[in-house]
């Protein structure tokens, strides 16, 4: 019986240790194959990091680790690129300083892994000419992969100052991608949130799923692709009931038989606790967080809630407790793109939804009129 990959994220440890892996790769190629500047957001704890290895892994041309998945025999693997990837979970930002300071020595290990010797000063000049001396040595457009890249924002709403800083910080730093696209062959961001447009305002920058500005903290980025709410990519994270069925199934008929109950059983009472979250209103998933733990403790409890909850969002629910009722609606509606909002007046129906506490239920795309979606709680816990 394969293991649990609990709190693993790296993929080549999940192949080479014997855990279950779910199979993403059919939506990661369709991905790959039709653009090369993407954007995901997706509450913590739900495999964003995952997929991030993932695709580690596939551009550098790993092939015996895809083996008796989707892509092994449909992927070039001799076509290996060189790779930037940068986890802000491992960056320190508690200063624009240390911001700074990190990032550069991010860069100056990747330079030294590949033995590059950069010459640069300062930290943008230096991530530019990494970018290119990448390239260059191996004659490969340059992947990168950035985990998290709001972290180091919304972890410090404390010090709205710090905060706006170190978006400033990254604002910059996200412009050396533009500067740089003939040497990029594809860049892959997730976030919690999606930082849109940087207001005339001492707070941060509106957090929206919308469009992307000219003023947004991405509009170093050229055509920037935001699959969060895509109908085609709602399941490259998370567990579908066919994907729990088929891939727990061992892990499935051992609880049920030390409760001694049936497989039917459990898996209702499995959809009563953790069915429910939907980026299209269709597609419906499990946490993969709060299966691994079922399973791995062998009774239920609320795990994504203890582990996955932003420290953000409670203290900002610590200091605007009167807007909590809109949780007990039974239904929000929204138009169009999902509302903008600055965190000096921020719109809690998206910052719910962003963190996982709100859901789509329903989407209603009618021609030549704005989308409309119904939120509701999501069965999670």
């Given at each position: 019986m394969k293991k649990l990959p609990l709190g693993i994220s790296t993929f080549s440890e999940i192949i080479e240790e014997n855990y279950i892996y779910v199979d993403k790769t059919q939506t990661i190629y369709e991905m790959i194959n039709q653009g090369k500047t993407y954007f995901l957001s997706r509450p913590r704890r739900f495999g964003k990091s995952l997929l991030v290895s993932t695709l580690e892994e596939i551009f550098s041309g790993n092939k015996e680790y895809f083996k008796d998945l989707y892509i092994y025999d449909k992927w070039d693997w001799n076509e290996k690129h060189p790779i930037i990837q940068i986890d802000f979970?491992?960056?320190?930002?508690?200063?624009?300083e240390t911001l700074k300071l990190s990032l550069e020595d991010d860069i100056i290990e990747?330079?030294?892994e590949n033995n590059i010797t950069l010459k640069k000063k300062f930290l943008n000049p230096k991530f530019s000419e990494l970018i290119k001396k990448l390239h260059d040595k191996t004659g490969k457009k340059v992947v990168v992969l950035i985990d998290e890249y709001d972290m180091a924002i919304i972890d410090c709403i404390k010090s709205m100052k710090i905060a706006k800083q170190n978006l400033d910080i990254l604002s910059d730093f996200y412009k050396v991608l533009k500067a740089s696209d003939k040497y990029l062959k594809f860049i892959f961001l997730t976030g919690v949130s999606k930082l849109g447009e940087i207001g005339d305002f001492a707070g941060l920058a509106n957090l929206r799923f919308a469009k992307f500005s000219k003023t947004s903290i991405f509009s170093g980025l050229n055509n920037i692709t935001d699959i969060t709410l895509n109908s085609k990519y709602s399941m490259i994270c998370g567990y579908s009931q066919e994907e729990l069925e088929n891939s727990f199934k061992e892990y499935i008929d051992e609880f049920a038989k030390a409760n001694n109950i049936s497989g039917e059983i459990l898996l209702s009472e499995i959809k009563n606790w953790y069915d429910g979250y939907s980026w299209d209103g269709e597609n419906h998933l499990y946490n993969p967080y709060?299966?691994?733990s079922l399973f791995n403790d062998g009774e239920f409890g609320n795990y994504w809630f203890e582990t996955g909850t932003p420290s953000f969002l409670m203290e900002y629910i610590k200091n605007n407790d009167k807007k909590v009722g809109i949780l007990f609606k039974p239904t929000t509606r929204i138009f169009g793109t999902i509302p903008s909002f600055n965190l000096e007046k921020i719109d809690f129906t998206t910052l719910l939804l962003q963190t996982g506490y709100l859901t789509i239920k329903r989407?209603?795309?009618?021609?030549?009129?704005?989308?409309?979606?119904?939120l509701?709680?999501?069965?999670?816990?």
């Open positions: 979970g491992k960056i320190a930002y508690e200063t624009p990747i330079a030294d709060s299966i691994l989407k209603e795309v009618k021609f030549a009129k704005l989308s409309k979606y119904d509701v709680i999501p069965i999670k816990k």
